[in-house]
């Protein structure tokens, strides 16, 4: 792995549309991007048992999480040509219809981008320790196992 600088991933809250239009925006300037892709996972309104989920309320080992964010990102600039990845999750509670997590890779090609952002996603759900605990619409809860 090399030795570059953890990024911060968590934000409390749902991510905003405008943070992701930004990041879009950004990346103009960079004319050796040929390709985006990004994920956005949102929040659904499950229904569980006969009652409706109205958000969930995520939580993590941050220091672990970090550094596992860290490794998956730094795997994948090893495993793709990639120009560019960024990785935002929530923390706190997400309501139902919000975004909690944000993956965007670009690359030259379009292909790299799709395999590089499909690869994060999984790594992601399969090793980071987020929890997510499930609030219903009468207030109570259920710890979600894999999000």
């Not at 219809?97 to 090609?109: D, I, W």
């Not at 992601?124 to 009468?138: L, R, S, T, Y």
Request: with cysteine; hydrophobic share 35%.
């Amino acid at each position: 792995m090399s030795e570059k600088k953890p990024k911060k991933v968590f934000m409390e809250g749902p991510i905003p549309p405008e943070k992701i239009a930004k990041s879009i925006a950004n990346h103009q300037s960079k004319t050796n991007i040929g390709a985006h892709s990004i994920f956005l996972g949102q929040v659904r309104a499950d229904e569980i048992e006969g009652k409706v989920v109205k958000g969930i309320d995520y939580s993590a080992y941050e220091d672990m999480a970090e550094k596992a964010f860290h490794e998956i990102r730094e795997s994948a600039f090893e495993k793709y040509d990639m120009t560019c990845c960024h990785i935002y999750h929530s923390l706190g509670m997400v309501k139902t219809g919000e975004l909690c997590l944000f993956v965007f890779t670009s690359s030259a090609h379009r292909k790299v981008a799709i395999e590089a952002c499909e690869y994060l996603v999984e790594e992601i759900k399969a090793n980071v320790p987020i929890f997510g605990k499930e609030v219903f619409e009468d207030d109570s809860h259920k710890w979600k196992v894999n999000q």
